[in-house]
């Protein structure tokens, strides 16, 4: 099966940091954009940051200032650099990828921010 593959997640204390990386399957240019979502227990999947092909960012309210989302074209591989994290950070986060007629979503990988 297709699909982007996370890894770097982990537990980490509040003010800490990550960054997740995320592999993207096929070729860069097949891709429109590729995101970052999360899941905490009990909510629904929310976007925490997007970027497009041409690199423009999109970031949730509640990660601006914190989070940044970059990209490796060389490496077809998009990185979540998270920092000053808090407790409700905590979810597992996924990659999305999406393209011409699809979207594809990476299997997740568990952020738990906790002292």
């Known amino acids: 099966q297709v699909q982007p593959v996370e890894s770097g997640g982990g537990l980490v204390r509040p003010g800490g940091s990550l960054r997740l990386s995320c592999a993207a399957s096929?070729?860069?240019?097949?891709?429109?954009?590729m995101g970052w979502y999360r899941q905490a227990p009990g909510k629904q999947r929310e976007l925490v940051a997007t970027?497009?092909?041409?690199?423009?960012?999109n970031y949730a309210d509640s990660v601006k200032g914190r989070f940044t989302i970059s990209r490796d074209n060389a490496k077809n591989t998009v990185y979540l650099q998270m920092n000053t994290l808090k407790p409700e950070d905590t979810a597992v986060y996924y990659c999305?990828?999406?393209?011409?007629?699809?979207?594809?979503w990476g299997q997740g990988t568990q952020v738990t921010v906790s002292s």
């Open positions: 970027i497009t092909r041409g690199g423009n960012t």
């Open positions: 096929g070729s860069i240019f097949s891709i429109d954009f």
């Open positions: 999305k990828q999406v393209g011409p007629g699809y979207a594809y």
